[in-house]
């Protein structure tokens, strides 16, 4: 087990994080979790595209285009249900597919190279530039942008 003591900046209060390996898939199961990752990674659209990949199971790609909902609650269904984001980089023009998987490994990638920037993301005291690490793990499996 790791723990990380956290100092927010604002109010001067310590958070204790504790996080044991295991953990990691019921953390990015966690609807409310994946949504805010994907709401603040994505804010900016530094990544070029975001959509549902093909390769998403018929019957999960289908139900991804409701109308009225935001795009990352729909993203967040179509993870959790065994589907596929399509990701492109725009500063070498080449599309990744992203799975949960891609995400649980993106987030120990964090736990262990990426301590601090971890522990924002799991106190939600982090800023676009932590989710945007945390999406960059997952997709590429190391912070390779600033």
């Known amino acids: 087990m790791l723990t990380f003591a ?3 900046q604002k109010s001067n209060q310590i958070k204790f ?3 044991m390996k295991k953990s990691v898939k019921s953390i990015v199961s966690n609807k409310e979790w994946l949504v805010n990752v994907l709401a603040n990674s994505t804010c900016r659209w530094n990544w070029g595209m975001f959509g549902v990949h093909e390769d998403t199971p018929k019957d999960v790609y289908e139900n991804a285009y409701r109308v009225g909902e935001y795009r990352e609650d729909i993203w967040g269904d179509v993870l959790l249900n065994g589907g596929f984001l399509l990701v492109k980089d725009i500063e070498h023009e080449k599309e990744y597919r992203l799975s949960v998987k891609d995400f649980e490994k993106g987030l120990r990638k964090l736990i262990f190279a990426y301590p601090r920037i971890y522990a924002n993301v799991m106190t939600e005291e ?3 530039y932590d989710y945007d690490a945390l999406l960059q793990c ?3 499996g190391d912070v390779i942008y600033g």
């Open 17 to 19: 994080i504790s996080v």
């Open 138 to 140: 997952a997709v590429f």
């Open 6 to 8: 956290v100092v927010n």
């Open 126 to 128: 982090g800023d676009y």
